[in-house]
């Protein structure tokens, strides 16, 4: 036999007893090196190098004990029987020391791999305690910023910890959960239930716990929710404490009960809100249903809000929805809050029609009715506009809207009215905003401008001095003269604005001429006119001698004050002082004794009375009577509006001194 | 949400015998603890454990051979336990030095044992994470730093298949790591039978109910039906020594004593 054919042998026998994971050819060659070192230790090197030989046996992965007892078979037969070995005397000694080289690699082989053991422990533990720590950290950050409320309880029910978010859902100060008994958390009725599935949990009974249930707000009101529940074990796999998640499903309850409640309700007072109300008037009015709708403003609402506060404010809003709905009773219709101080109710014709008038009278004396808070008896007015009968082809809005204009032209007027919304009266309202929301734009293009007129005197015909009003170049509506003018800035914010530059224009346009400008009441209250006037003479070079402003008499007989002290300090800077709209009240009179006045003018509404006069009708004896007693007292009269010579003469020959209008310019 | 907490990472266990550290016992491996050496010895008074783990082993080895042949130069070995004698990487780096490996154990000290081994390697990397969360797995940076799932894949499951229970469903597991591969990847698989031994089976189960891994043996239809949607190369899925042998004297007169079928599949 030579030492291939042995080596083949001994791979053969090793290869079944353990694996190397290289290639059989490789093995056997290795094998036969060994093999060599071997015969030589037989034939002279004595059996000592046979321990290098074991050494290398083990090292090339026949490491396992069985290997040194397959080899030394294997040998034993087969290292006698090879041609080249002709002695076999030192067989036993050269075994001896191949299993002694083994031993000693194997030896250290296990004390290294036990060290690597220990090594890869210490690793592995560290990386477990970072990933623990992370692991902590990642599940710390989901707590506290989890939007789920999650609380940690041990077997007994004790909140171990609890999330943020439970106690916001919950109505719970932060941190204030915890020791407190999960089982309060439960809704009573649940309680008994949760907790005997929380047992089996724990028990093994169950592997989760997944349902929809009720909690118990702080507040003692009901809270749904969906509640999934796990068990948290300790090391040694024993359950320890209760993982719950709880999800706010109050919103989906609700979305089930009645759709969408939140988005289509007013959440003070429970009614629909404006966007449910358009909704169901849309589909009355879809389906050719005859109906009427009834805006509401409250009257006054504000005193009760700001003069007791927004409590008794909020008490008096849900009484009063509470009392609407109560009226509308079986009725088919709907009551809604629209806005702040705003309701509406759109009621179903019965057969027969529906007085109107009736409903609105019915309103105002179901809310008068006083409600009490805090012992004080509060009690609501409503302004209420109607649209009977709308077309079906109305659009809601648009409906709400001409109701919102006919709420507001009434409440001008006083309170506790009610009106039908007249469509051709309302298209002209709505005209009318539409071009006074776009003044501001006319102003800033141009488009508004002077009108200056002669202030005459009517008995020589002189121009004493030039009215100057404002006027606006419309571009799609032509001129609009300055009655229109005035009229559009009543509903305006800016009549106090663009009165100051009509004030500074007209100064610099006079040109050493006597100027006369009206004023509106509410520039004539404005704290800072005395400024201005003071502003525009300086700039003009106009003498405050031939500045002559017009202030409305209503604007001084009852303001606060302002007016008044605007007026003294005008007076005093020389400024002559016009009472306009003069005429209608004896309360006009008041005025001229009480203030520093020196000329008035007659109001347009007057002149307008006297254009064909009557001498024995009772207005214009009056007039008649009224003029010269103003004359009297040294105070000049101007007439307005004189289209006529007739006028002009009728008006000299009461007394009045001075006239503008057509018949001067 | 699971039962049992877990976010939280299960601690070394170095009482608990666990499979890595028997098959690396079994192997002639130092790198175990006495509870493992004891659980090993259990095994062998049932089973011919010590051959089962080599011959086993050696499939691995022969099975990466064929799939390097194939053209195969990236691989994913999941369940790769302690890194011992024939580990994949030294077997591919040995054949193509450009060829990478991805190890994946859930055993923290064979995870730990395994990134101390490969340190030093660029082509090789482990990742710790379950078999059983294949689309964790492959989009892990690690994974994906080396392998390139748009090209064929080698992915083996040697020894493993025997710890998923039917309860976790290994064929839609298989199937979710075969939906996710390139045409032309291969899978490797070996795993624990009860044909051949079906009494010495049952007491292994009974053993390894008393490890961190207990054991889950199959038929050889069960078996097969792992490799749905592959097509399996020749020999098909035969006890271990019958695949590819390397000398026809290896297989010996009792393959079926290795208890392991195993098989090589192409995905089409």
């Not at chain 1, 004595?46 to 290997?67: I, N, W």
């Not at chain 1, 702080?218 to 074990?233: C, F, N, Y």
């Not at chain 1, 004080?376 to 001409?402: F, H, M, N």
Request: proline residues 5%; aromatic residues 6%; glycine residues 8%.
């Amino acid at each position: 036999m030579d030492r291939a054919e042995l080596a083949i042998r001994w791979a053969a026998a090793l290869t079944q007893v353990a694996y190397v994971a290289r290639d059989r050819d490789v093995i056997e060659r290795e094998l036969a090196d060994l093999l060599g070192a071997l015969v030589a230790c037989l034939r002279a090197d004595g059996p000592d190098e046979a321990t290098g030989v074991g050494r290398a046996l083990a090292e090339s992965g026949f490491h396992q004990p069985v290997c040194v007892r397959v080899s030394i078979d294997v040998l034993s037969s087969g290292l006698p029987r090879l041609t080249e070995v002709d002695d076999a005397t030192r067989l036993p000694g050269v075994l001896a020391a191949l299993a002694a080289g083994f031993a000693d690699a194997t030896r250290r082989r296990l004390f290294a791999e036990q060290q690597d053991l220990r090594d890869a422990l210490v690793h592995a533990r560290n990386t477990v305690e970072r990933d623990l720590r992370a692991s902590e950290a990642r599940f710390g950050e989901v707590f506290t910023t989890s939007a789920l409320g999650m609380v940690i309880s041990d077997l007994g029910g004790g909140v171990a910890r609890a999330n943020e978010a439970l106690e916001e859902m919950l109505g719970y100060k932060p941190g204030t959960l915890f020791r407190k008994r999960l089982d309060d958390l439960f809704h009573p009725q649940d309680r008994a239930y949760l907790r005997t599935r929380y047992d089996e949990l724990a028990d093994g009974v169950g592997h989760q716990l997944d349902e929809r249930t009720r909690f118990l707000r702080a507040d003692g009101e009901t809270q749904w929710v969906r509640v999934a529940v796990s068990v948290l074990r300790d090391r040694d796999d024993l359950p320890d404490h209760h993982v719950t998640m709880v999800q706010d499903i109050s919103d989906l309850h609700l979305l089930e009960h009645h759709i969408s409640h939140q988005g289509t309700h007013d959440p003070l007072t429970g009614l629909p809100n404006r966007q449910a109300f358009v909704g169901r008037l849309e589909e009355a009015l879809g389906t050719g249903q005859e109906v009427s709708v009834l805006h509401l403003g409250l009257d006054d609402f504000a005193v009760t809000n700001d003069g007791i506060g927004r409590a008794a404010g909020d008490h008096l809003l849900r009484e009063v929805a509470a009392r609407l709905t109560q009226l509308l009773g079986e009725q088919p219709g709907i009551v809604a809050r629209l806005a702040g101080d705003e309701f509406a109710m759109m009621l179903e014709h019965p057969p027969g029609g529906l007085d109107v008038g009736g409903v609105a009278t019915e309103i105002n004396d179901v809310l008068s009715e006083p409600t009490y808070v805090d012992g004080q008896g509060i009690a609501a007015w409503a302004t209420i506009a109607v649209v009977s009968l709308p077309s079906a082809d109305t659009k809601p809005d648009e409906l709400l809207r001409a109701t919102d204009i006919a709420l507001r032209k009434l409440k001008q007027r006083g309170r506790r009215q009610w009106c039908v919304v007249d469509p051709v009266q309302n298209q002209l309202y709505r005209e009318q905003y539409r071009l006074a929301a776009t003044i501001p734009g006319a102003w800033e293009n141009g488009e508004l401008g002077l009108e200056l007129r002669p202030v005459v005197a009517l008995a020589e015909r002189t121009v004493v001095a030039t009215e100057a009003l404002l006027r606006w170049e419309h571009p799609e509506y032509g001129v609009l003269g300055p009655q229109r003018c005035a009229e559009l800035l009543l509903d305006t914010g800016l009549s106090v604005l663009l009165g100051h530059w009509v004030l500074g224009q007209a100064a610099a346009a006079v040109e050493g001429s006597a100027l006369y400008l009206e004023l509106s009441a509410e520039q004539v209250a404005d704290p800072d006119l005395v400024m201005q006037v003071r502003r525009v003479l300086g700039e003009s070079g106009l003498d405050a001698d031939r500045l002559e402003l017009g202030m409305p008499v209503c604007s001084l007989s009852i303001g606060d004050g302002v007016a008044e002290d605007n007026l003294g300090v005008l007076v005093d800077l020389g400024v002559r002082t016009v009472l306009t709209d003069f005429g209608h009240t004896r309360g006009d009179l008041a005025c001229l004794e009480d203030l520093p006045i020196h000329s008035v003018r007659m109001s347009g509404a007057v002149v307008s009375r006297v254009v064909r006069p009557d001498p024995a009708a009772l207005f214009t004896r009056s007039v008649a009577g009224l003029v010269p007693m103003v004359r009297e007292v040294g105070i000049s009269v101007l007439v307005p509006g004189i289209s006529t010579e007739e006028q002009a003469k009728w008006w000299m020959g009461v007394g009045a001194d001075l006239g503008t209008g057509p018949l001067f310019s | 949400m699971t039962e049992s907490s877990s976010w939280v990472p299960e601690g070394v266990n170095t009482e608990l015998p666990s499979a890595a550290r028997v098959y690396d016992y079994l192997l002639g491996g130092g790198h175990n603890f006495p509870g493992d050496r004891a659980l090993a010895e259990e095994l062998v008074r049932l089973l011919p454990a010590r051959d089962m783990s080599r011959l086993n082993r050696a499939f691995l080895r022969r099975a990466v051979l064929h799939l390097l042949d194939a053209g195969i130069t990236q691989f994913l070995d999941l369940g790769s336990g302690i890194p011992t004698v024939g580990n994949v990487h030294e077997i591919a780096l040995a054949a193509d030095p450009t060829a990478r490996v991805v190890y994946v154990d859930y055993e923290p000290v064979a995870v730990a044992h395994s990134e101390m081994l490969l340190r030093e390697v660029p082509n090789a990397d482990v990742l710790r994470a379950d078999m059983r969360e294949p689309e964790k797995i492959l989009r892990a940076p690690r994974v994906r730093e080396l392998i390139d799932l748009s090209a064929p894949l080698g992915l083996l499951m040697v020894g493993v298949a025997q710890f998923i229970p039917d309860d976790d469903d290994p064929w839609a597991l298989v199937a979710r790591y075969r939906d996710a591969l390139a045409p032309g990847s291969h899978l490797a698989l070996s795993a624990f039978t009860w044909d051949n031994a079906p009494e010495g089976m049952a007491g292994a189960v009974e053993v390894f109910r008393h490890s961190q891994d207990p054991i889950f043996p199959r038929t050889h239809q069960e078996i097969l039906r792992l490799f749905d949607g592959f097509e399996l190369v020749e020999p098909g899925l035969v006890y271990t020594p019958l695949w590819r042998p390397e000398r026809a004297e290896d297989v010996g007169d009792n393959a079926a004593r290795s208890n392991l079928y195993a098989g090589v599949a192409r995905k089409t």
